[in-house]
């Protein structure tokens, strides 16, 4: 500052400006909500917002977390969007190529779950960039097995005999 040392030669002025935050998970927000759509079966739309930037993200991850559960079908998304499914995964990136937009990414794929274990199930939700997964949220859904579920199972082993004790759900 010139005014504190002559010699200087530029000019410092104190100015303050408000930053975003440097945490893009904190701006990220994605959910499951009942597909509409169709009547039977354990069936779900993706939803996210992308609220940190529109050049931070290009691509969706979306992965079963559970044993025994896999996608039994996953609908086609809304013109704009691509969808590669698996029986465990589905990655969602913009059809032209690059990044995903800000706001609400409508249109995503739907899908639906097929489980053979308890009617909880976990996904994980993962934003990338380049192939490196920034920010992952795990989600739980309800869907019932078709051919029954136990519910708080324990085994023991008492005088040689295994005894099970729980709820069974048929």
Do not use: K
């Amino acid at each position: 500052n010139p005014a504190n040392n002559p010699s200087t030669l530029c000019c410092s002025h104190e100015y303050c400006t408000e930053l975003p935050g440097c945490n893009p998970c904190e701006s990220v927000l994605v959910g499951l909500s009942s597909d509409p759509t169709i009547e039977d079966g354990c069936c779900y739309q993706i939803e996210a917002v992308n609220g940190f930037s529109s050049t931070a993200f290009d691509m969706l991850l979306v992965e079963i977390v559970s044993p025994s559960t896999t996608f039994e079908s996953v609908g086609v998304p809304a013109p704009g969007w691509n969808a590669v499914a698996s029986n465990t995964s589905i990655t969602i990136t913009p059809s032209v190529g690059g990044t995903l937009p800000m706001g609400n990414l409508n249109g995503l794929p739907s899908f639906c779950l097929e489980t053979a274990l308890s009617p909880y199930q976990q996904i994980a939700i993962s934003w990338l960039s380049a192939g490196d997964v920034l920010c992952t949220d795990t989600l739980e859904t309800f869907c019932i097995p078709p051919c029954g579920y136990v519910v708080d199972g324990n085994y023991m082993s008492e005088n040689g005999e295994i005894i099970f004790s729980g709820t069974a759900f048929n």
